[in-house]
């Protein structure tokens, strides 16, 4: 008898490394069908968590990681690195006279009344930063060449004392490369241990001090993050997988292993991006090209205005800041991000009473060890998760679909003694209290990121995911004055998605200031020819067909004798004088959107110039989940009746308290299905509370629909 030939591979997965759980979902793209998993992370060793949520997936579908096409992973490794300080011992060589800069920063105080201010502490201490003869003018011309006997010297010493790493950054080095080049080809040869970045490959744009806080970070995290992927590449392998492993960068693009490898500091934000990519997708398909996407898991709330169909791209942001929420306190990193805003506030964020006798919430998290009380792993303090089971609004025998029995008596006892006790509260009071802060912290976040950016969150569904996410999105919808709130099946582990709808794309920079009265459009044309050359190259060697890579371009403009630029988008074709109106008319209406006005009568003058390349867009479509016992499919013929599993007492203000609230099955409820508030649908991952009054309807997409009243 002969065996029968292994089955083709054709899933793709998308794994996700959360504070508190790590998610999974792994699609059929044939024919949409889809499973989908969670399981704690486990901080000490994390690949094991990605182990576990693959095996505990697919085995019980009938499937293997042989049948895995694609995997798409992203990580809160380098960022944790950063906040720990658990990257290489790294040097700084820089051009004589600036070893300081990254110290002086832009000699700004991000907060003008604090007398006490502490400054973000570089990841390269002073005694390891060093000064080397060079010099290059803006003009990219050498007025003093590079001495390399003096760079061997440095390199062979550093060597010698135990340093793992170098970053290089030389003055105006984003106009003529040489010099650093120069360096890294004589580390090389007299120590080839030393690993090496270079500003003009990590991040080859003006403005010394950003790029050199991104160089170092790169070069500091580097060895760690290549460590780990190729050591989850090697269990993978154990488990079977022949497939495509990729990483999720902060931009929205995903990126084979060996380049993620090179530009570790681009995985910084690459879970949180890839939720708004998911909001991203689920919006446009369901007809809604403006949404404000709301992620809140066990650590943090993260918030993305999505405008005309595409998540908000930063060019700029900050980590490890002093001050969470302080614009300023953190180092600077000069790379494309999916702009949002992040909050300490999630499932695990503790509660506490302060010494003036308040009430707070968060920003530190119980996290996945020891978790919230009810959790049972040995967790004191209480948490948002605490309250939300004290209020009716968890089900404590079916969470995570009752593999993991929440102890609601231990969560009571919590909320008693640490809160409810020294407030002179009753216990649901003080729960209540918890939910209400954290609700209303992440809606004053929400308004103003929304405001700062042009936008109006009255105007701007709210589509909400993540583990507690739709606990909170009716109050926090309400709040904001949003017009609907939005929850998608498989809410718990919406993140992962987006991890399936992201091409393989990466994004090029060059700085070449020139006022668009005074341009050299040639030279502005052989910029963007480069960079898309260089986008080619890169795809075409990950996999992608020539015919199928987009260059996507836009300019970094601004007012002459501004500080700050916005990127506007360019046309495609050669740029000629001829276009120079229009590229001026394009500026101005992107400025006025922003600021509702235009700035003063002088010349406009680009700044940066940039090429994002892409390969396709995947196709994707989620339709039901791939086992079809009862719990987990959806009934095209289900109705509201058969999707109502019983009653439970949850508290609501609106009902002066607990009030019996009808609870839904999320897998029953099919498109068309209606019915009001109050109301708690459930599903393994998430559960959604609505309010009295609201209106619910499930879509074409099975998204619950709650129209705000």
């Given at each position: 008898?002969?065996?029968?030939?292994?089955?083709?591979?054709?899933?793709?997965?998308?794994?996700?490394?959360?504070?508190?759980?790590?998610?999974?979902?792994?699609?059929?793209?044939?024919?949409?069908?889809?499973?989908?998993?969670?399981?704690?992370?486990?901080?000490?060793?994390?690949?094991?968590?990605?182990?576990?949520?693959?095996?505990?997936?697919?085995?019980?579908?009938?499937?293997?990681?042989?049948q895995v096409q694609h995997l798409i992973h992203?990580?809160?490794?380098?960022?944790?690195?950063?906040?720990?300080?658990?990257?290489?011992?790294?040097?700084?060589?820089?051009?004589?006279?600036?070893?300081?800069?990254?110290?002086?920063?832009?000699?700004?105080?991000?907060?003008?009344?604090?007398?006490?201010?502490?400054?973000?502490?570089?990841?390269?201490?002073?005694?390891?930063?060093?000064?080397?003869?060079?010099?290059?003018?803006?003009?990219?011309?050498?007025?003093?060449?590079?001495?390399?006997?003096?760079?061997?010297?440095?390199?062979?010493?550093?060597?010698?004392?135990?340093?793992?790493?170098?970053?290089?950054?030389?003055?105006?080095?984003?106009?003529?490369?040489?010099?650093?080049?120069?360096?890294?080809?004589?580390?090389?040869?007299?120590?080839?241990?030393?690993?090496?970045?270079?500003?003009?490959?990590?991040?080859?744009?003006?403005?010394?001090?950003?790029?050199?806080?991104?160089?170092?970070?790169?070069?500091?995290?580097?060895?760690?993050?290549?460590?780990?992927?190729?050591?989850?590449?090697?269990?993978?392998?154990?488990?079977?997988?022949?497939?495509?492993?990729?990483?999720?960068?902060?931009?929205?693009?995903?990126?084979?292993?060996?380049?993620?490898?090179?530009?570790?500091?681009?995985?910084?934000?690459?879970?949180?991006?890839?939720?708004?990519?998911?909001?991203?997708?689920?919006?446009?398909?369901?007809?809604?090209?403006?949404?404000?996407?709301?992620?809140?898991?066990?650590?943090?709330?993260?918030?993305?205005?999505?405008?005309?169909?595409?998540p908000l791209i930063a060019h700029d942001f900050?980590?490890?800041?002093?001050?969470?929420?302080?614009?300023?306190?953190?180092?600077?990193?000069?790379?494309?991000?999916?702009?949002?805003?992040?909050?300490?506030?999630?499932?695990?964020?503790?509660?506490?009473?302060?010494?003036?006798?308040?009430?707070?919430?968060?920003?530190?998290?119980?996290?996945?060890?020891?978790?919230?009380?009810?959790?049972?792993?040995?967790?004191?303090?209480?948490?948002?998760?605490?309250?939300?089971?004290?209020?009716?609004?968890?089900?404590?025998?079916?969470?995570?679909?009752?593999?993991?029995?929440?102890?609601?008596?231990?969560?009571?006892?919590?909320?008693?003694?640490?809160?409810?006790?020294?407030?002179?509260?009753?216990?649901?009071?003080?729960?209540?209290?918890?939910?209400?802060?954290?609700?209303?912290?992440?809606?004053?976040?929400?308004?103003?990121?929304?405001?700062?950016?042009?936008?109006?969150?009255?105007?701007?569904?709210?589509?909400?995911?993540?583990?507690?996410?739709?606990?909170?999105?009716?109050?926090?919808?309400?709040?904001?004055?949003?017009?609907?709130?939005?929850?998608?099946l498989g809410a718990g582990v919406m993140s992962?998605?987006?991890?399936?709808?992201?091409?393989?794309?990466?994004?090029?920079?060059?700085?070449?200031?020139?006022?668009?009265?005074?341009?050299?459009?040639?030279?502005?044309?052989?910029?963007?020819?480069?960079?898309?050359?260089?986008?080619?190259?890169?795809?075409?060697?990950?996999?992608?067909?020539?015919?199928?890579?987009?260059?996507?371009?836009?300019?970094?403009?601004?007012?002459?004798?501004?500080?700050?630029?916005?990127?506007?988008?360019?046309?495609?074709?050669?740029?000629?004088?001829?276009?120079?109106?229009?590229?001026?008319?394009?500026?101005?209406?992107?400025?006025?959107?922003?600021?509702?006005?235009?700035?003063?009568?002088?010349?406009?003058?680009?700044?940066?110039?940039?090429?994002?390349?892409?390969?396709?867009?995947?196709?994707?479509?989620?339709?039901?989940?791939?086992?079809?016992?009862?719990?987990?499919?959806?009934?095209?013929?289900?109705?509201?009746?058969?999707?109502?599993?019983?009653?439970?007492?949850?508290?609501?203000?609106?009902?002066?308290?607990?009030?019996?609230?009808?609870?839904?099955?999320?897998?029953?409820?099919?498109?068309?299905?209606?019915?009001?508030?109050?109301?708690?649908?459930?599903?393994?991952?998430?559960?959604?509370?609505?309010?009295?009054?609201?209106?619910?309807?499930?879509?074409?997409?099975?998204?619950?629909?709650?129209?705000?009243?």
């Amino acid at each position: 008898m002969t065996k029968p030939p292994e089955p083709s591979p054709h899933y793709r997965v998308g794994v996700d490394i959360g504070g508190t759980f790590t998610d999974l979902i792994v699609v059929d793209p044939q024919t949409g069908h889809f499973a989908i998993g969670k399981v704690l992370t486990t901080p000490a060793a994390p690949s094991a968590a990605v182990e576990a949520v693959l095996l505990d997936t697919l085995t019980p579908n009938g499937m293997t990681t042989g049948q895995v096409q694609h995997l798409i992973h992203g990580t809160t490794l380098v960022t944790n690195a950063m906040i720990e300080r658990k990257g290489a011992r790294t040097a700084l060589l820089t051009t004589q006279g600036f070893r300081d800069s990254i110290e002086i920063g832009r000699e700004n105080r991000y907060d003008l009344y604090d007398l006490m201010l502490e400054q973000p502490r570089p990841l390269v201490p002073r005694h390891l930063r060093f000064d080397v003869p060079q010099r290059t003018l803006a003009t990219g011309e050498t007025l003093v060449e590079l001495d390399e006997a003096h760079v061997a010297r440095l390199a062979q010493e550093l060597a010698a004392n135990g340093l793992e790493a170098v970053a290089v950054v030389f003055l105006h080095s984003f106009t003529n490369p040489a010099a650093e080049r120069a360096a890294r080809d004589v580390i090389g040869r007299v120590a080839p241990s030393l690993r090496v970045s270079l500003s003009s490959d990590v991040a080859p744009e003006i403005r010394e001090f950003e790029r050199a806080s991104t160089t170092i970070a790169n070069v500091y995290v580097q060895e760690l993050v290549e460590t780990y992927l190729h050591g989850l590449e090697e269990r993978l392998r154990r488990l079977g997988f022949t497939g495509s492993f990729f990483l999720m960068l902060s931009s929205g693009g995903i990126a084979t292993v060996e380049t993620a490898s090179r530009f570790p500091v681009r995985l910084l934000e690459s879970g949180p991006a890839a939720g708004a990519l998911a909001a991203t997708a689920y919006g446009n398909a369901a007809g809604y090209r403006n949404l404000l996407s709301f992620d809140m898991g066990g650590t943090t709330a993260k918030l993305c205005v999505i405008s005309d169909g595409q998540p908000l791209i930063a060019h700029d942001f900050e980590v490890d800041r002093v001050y969470r929420f302080k614009k300023g306190s953190g180092l600077p990193i000069k790379m494309p991000v999916i702009e949002l805003i992040e909050i300490g506030a999630g499932g695990g964020s503790i509660a506490r009473v302060d010494a003036l006798g308040l009430l707070k919430v968060g920003p530190d998290s119980a996290g996945a060890d020891p978790g919230p009380v009810c959790y049972g792993n040995g967790g004191a303090e209480p948490t948002v998760t605490d309250a939300n089971l004290i209020l009716g609004y968890l089900d404590p025998a079916y969470f995570l679909g009752g593999r993991m029995a929440l102890d609601l008596e231990g969560a009571r006892r919590a909320v008693k003694q640490k809160i409810a006790d020294p407030l002179g509260l009753s216990i649901e009071e003080a729960a209540w209290g918890i939910y209400q802060i954290v609700s209303e912290t992440m809606s004053n976040a929400a308004r103003v990121h929304a405001l700062e950016r042009g936008k109006d969150p009255r105007r701007f569904p709210l589509f909400a995911f993540g583990g507690a996410g739709p606990m909170h999105a009716y109050r926090l919808a309400l709040s904001l004055g949003s017009p609907a709130l939005l929850a998608p099946l498989g809410a718990g582990v919406m993140s992962t998605v987006g991890f399936l709808s992201a091409p393989l794309s990466f994004d090029f920079v060059r700085s070449w200031p020139s006022q668009l009265g005074q341009m050299d459009w040639a030279q502005a044309n052989a910029l963007l020819a480069e960079m898309e050359g260089e986008g080619q190259a890169l795809l075409q060697a990950s996999g992608v067909p020539a015919t199928q890579i987009t260059h996507r371009r836009a300019a970094d403009m601004r007012y002459v004798g501004q500080g700050h630029e916005i990127p506007v988008p360019l046309p495609d074709g050669p740029l000629h004088a001829d276009l120079a109106l229009q590229l001026l008319a394009e500026f101005e209406r992107v400025y006025q959107e922003l600021y509702e006005r235009l700035g003063p009568p002088v010349p406009v003058e680009v700044l940066n110039w940039r090429v994002v390349s892409s390969g396709p867009q995947p196709e994707l479509r989620l339709q039901t989940a791939i086992n079809t016992n009862d719990e987990s499919s959806t009934d095209a013929n289900a109705s509201v009746s058969t999707a109502r599993k019983g009653e439970r007492q949850a508290y609501f203000p609106e009902c002066n308290g607990y009030t019996n609230t009808p609870i839904y099955d999320r897998y029953r409820l099919a498109p068309g299905a209606t019915f009001n508030g109050p109301a708690i649908v459930e599903e393994r991952e998430s559960t959604v509370i609505v309010g009295p009054g609201a209106n619910c309807r499930i879509d074409e997409q099975l998204n619950l629909v709650v129209e705000m009243n």
